[in-house]
């Protein structure tokens, strides 16, 4: 399996998991039902969380599609367009980016109703009217990439924006890849601020998944729970600033190993935040109580993760062949 | 402006408004925490 099968495995799902999660928002909403909205804001999460890899796979399938020789060259493959590769990956990146901002209000709608036991207005308002927007989007970045490997779905517009003269307009994503490159500030800034995330997430994780294996149980769960929306603060800035990185040079990300390996890693650390958020074992732990074998199990296994996020982070250039 | 003047205050200002959403989220579960 190469990085155009995983592409073709993922693609489908922000658009249709999308649908599905508004379904249940709104079923939830109009039958006035909690179970429904978690539901529904627990399936944004994850599929937040898959857009990453679906993303960063899209660079792989690029590359297997067209052969070019060099990133400015025109695809040698007929009815392969250059053109609609770069206008499907702009349109997936604006979608992105919304799918993405969707998913931290989602998991900051389920972080409220288990502290508060309800989700505030303006977050459920704000969480429906950016799925709408997102689904919108979404429909626009598959439908571009669609077009690229069929030429008989293209309507008239887009058959002039596969023309070689289209091509020669620079794409958003490119846009804003060089505009990275261009200023020399943007690098090390983007570097100093994944770090500060990176201690923000790991420093928030170690404390949590800390009490839950036993160590400073005078601490009930609930007063740590407080502190985790400074992690996902945290996760926010890191995929900020490492999507920057890698819109600004995909190549030098998408066939190496730990990059490869670290979004692993990266989606199942953020799915076991979701343990942490919603699930009612670690919440009853009360000054004292030792927690069971399950949740110190995930808890030892988030600790693993986000060592192993920033091991594979770090070993980019020693173990791959990134910079 | 020189380069390091450039990150530092991009980074200031980045961790100030990520600090002031943390607080603001903090704050809002004041009155209904459980």
Redesign the interface.
Known sequence: MDLAHVHLLLNHFPAIGGLIAFGLLLLGTVGNSDDLKRASLAVWLGISLLTIATYVSGNGAEEAVCKAAAAEDPCPERDVSKALIQEHESAALVAFAFMEITGALAW?GLW?LR????I?GWNLTAVVLLSVTTLVLMAKASGAGGDIRHPEIRSASEKAAASPAAASEVPFARGVGSFVMRH??IW??CE??HF?GLCLLFGIAAVVDFRVLGMMKGAPF?ALH?LL??GV?GF??NLVTGMLFFVADPGQYTHNVPFQWKIVLVLLAALNLLYFTIFDTPWLLESGDDAPVTAKLVAASALFLVVGVMFCGRMLPFLGDSF | MPLGLTVSLVVLGVVVVVGAAGYLIDKSVDRGDQ
Request: hydrophobic fraction near 45%; charge should be positive.
């Open positions: 900051l409220q502290r508060v036991r309800r505030p020399t500030w090390p800034t100093t601020l500060i609930a407080r929306p400074w603060l926010g800035v």
